[in-house]
């Protein structure tokens, strides 16, 4: 767990300098969007796309993945 928190630290550092660097050069999030060819609002329909699509697949694998984890879980030996 202290490695995970270390390397999230360590993301966080990183992006937190890229993101001075980038305001210092008067650089927004929309001019890098507008360069790829998208818009804040495009981004944002194509992820509510992206969750209408992955709930209902998580919710039915889930169905099937929970029952099975649960009854390995139940009858796997106990550890010593």
Do not use: H
């Not at 050069?25 to 509510?48: A, C, F, K, M, R």
Request: aromatic content about 16%; hydrophobic content about 65%; overall charge negative.
């Amino acid at each position: 767990m202290y490695q995970f928190l270390i390397t999230v630290f360590k993301i966080a550092v990183i992006s937190l300098l890229v993101g001075a660097c980038l305001s210092f050069l008067n650089i927004t999030g929309e001019d890098i969007l507008g360069v790829v060819g998208l818009s804040p609002v495009q981004v944002w329909i194509y992820v509510l796309e992206f969750w209408d699509w992955a709930l209902p697949n998580m919710i039915l694998g889930a169905s099937i993945v929970v029952p099975v984890w649960l009854l390995i879980f139940l009858f796997m030996p106990p550890r010593a």
